[in-house]
């Protein structure tokens, strides 16, 4: 949206970083210029802040929904990664493997639910090991002081992206 800069250099790789929260809209006049573009994001994760209605989000035509253009509430990053997936172009797109954030049970979790178990905890970090030490006055409050995580099965939602979970959030 900084046409200013544009004046000043010209440029012919960009990197988007969080582009599975992106829609077109936002990238399709700085991308449509460039002769290379990156995306960085992960589509498992948060989706692009849509506040239209399902109904008018659907795309209908025929011809879009072959190239994957079914839902306008969907990024350009899922639609491409989608699109390689299908096509066998794993040439085109990668994932991390390893990650040094999250404790050990939380990224098993993760990884086994929505990364084909190919995600797992970076050597050396042993700091997200070890559990608080903490005195509990109550049965709750010593689950949650001895477990890092803990599951609450709640019911799935009807919601087509399987993104958002009313009942989850209840």
């Excluded at 900084?2 to 582009?19: C, G």
């Excluded at 409050?141 to 958002?164: C, E, S, W, Y």
Aim: hydrophobic share 35%.
């Amino acid at each position: 949206g900084k046409r200013e800069i544009r004046a000043l250099k010209t440029f012919d790789v960009a990197i988007v970083d969080e582009a599975s929260q992106l829609l077109e809209p936002m990238l399709v006049g700085m991308l449509s210029s460039l002769k290379k573009f990156i995306l960085i994001g992960d589509h498992k994760q948060l989706p692009a802040v849509v506040t239209q209605k399902t109904e008018r989000s659907l795309i209908g035509d025929s011809d879009l929904n072959n190239i994957g253009l079914k839902d306008g509430r969907v990024s350009l990053f899922e639609r491409m990664y989608k699109q390689c997936y299908k096509n066998g172009w794993h040439w085109a797109c990668g994932g991390l493997t390893h990650q040094g954030r999250m404790h050990k049970s939380i990224v098993t979790l993760i990884s086994n639910e929505f990364y084909e178990g190919k995600l797992s905890v970076l050597a050396g970090i042993d700091r997200l090991v070890s559990e608080p030490k903490l005195k509990t006055t109550s049965e709750v409050q010593a689950t949650l002081v001895q477990h890092r995580m803990i599951f609450i099965d709640t019911p799935r939602g009807q919601n087509i992206t399987r993104k958002t979970n009313h009942e989850e959030a209840k």
